[in-house]
């Protein structure tokens, strides 16, 4: 069974500071993992993906993560957070078979101050 | 760029009523995906259907469920006699297919209310 902690539910950061969202995952087999954003009242919109290709991933809106076995986990970063950052975001995990499910971790919603 | 598309975006229904949720998937993908997320809690998984059948659901998809993809458009999700914990907002995902490494995309949400 796969699962995934997404540790911190909030998050507060200053406009133009880093960003990090971390996320540890659960898998019995090497996993795709994602992270998604949700801004208010819309739906959830990928930011990037690990497919086993290279372990540093970028993404959109100059968000990357990088995969880390050892630790199971695939922290998101930005390097300097920007008013537009504010959004809810989820890491998921899914098998390699084409139907599998994504499993999602509780999600951690980004404040920005600025 | 293509999008999944969900409508209603907010359906109210009394408590024991059917109710249908719909979404036009991406055209040209083959595996469709429903999730629900309860106020405050986690998105989570329901049900898959691939070549107009079923290939995974969960143990919340149960015989109150249903999904049809009755045209080569619309996918929908039936919930034949709601409840008040049925009430969340409930995403529809199409995925490409043959590959795990493509991502599901999702659409906008419906907020099912049961009152």
């Known amino acids: 069974a796969q699962s995934v902690t997404q540790l911190g539910s909030h998050v507060s950061v200053s406009e133009g500071a880093l960003v990090l969202l971390r996320c540890n995952y659960s898998s019995s087999v090497p996993p795709y993992l994602f992270w998604y954003v949700q801004y208010p009242n819309q739906g959830l919109q990928l930011l990037l993906k690990y497919t086993s290709a290279a372990t540093l991933v970028k993404g959109i809106n100059g968000f990357e993560a990088e995969f880390k076995k050892s630790e199971t986990s695939f922290h998101l970063t930005k390097p300097s957070a920007h008013m537009s950052d504010a959004a809810e975001y989820f890491c998921a995990v899914s098998g390699k078979a084409a139907g599998n499910k994504l499993t999602f971790g509780g999600g951690t919603r980004v404040l920005v101050k600025p | 760029e293509p999008e999944v598309t969900q409508t209603p975006s907010h359906q109210v229904t009394q408590m024991g009523q059917e109710v249908i949720l719909r979404c036009v998937p991406i055209?040209?993908?083959?595996?469709f995906y429903w999730y629900r997320q309860i106020l405050g809690q986690k998105v989570e998984f329901l049900v898959s259907f691939y070549n107009n059948e079923i290939s995974e659901k969960s143990e919340i998809f149960d015989d109150q469920f249903s999904v049809e993809r009755p045209d080569g458009s619309n996918f929908t999700l039936k919930i034949r006699s709601t409840k008040l914990e049925d009430s969340a907002m409930y995403f529809c995902a199409s995925r490409e297919g043959s590959q795990g490494l493509q991502p599901q995309h999702f659409g906008d949400g419906t907020r099912l209310s049961i009152l």
């Open positions: 055209s040209n993908h083959l595996y």
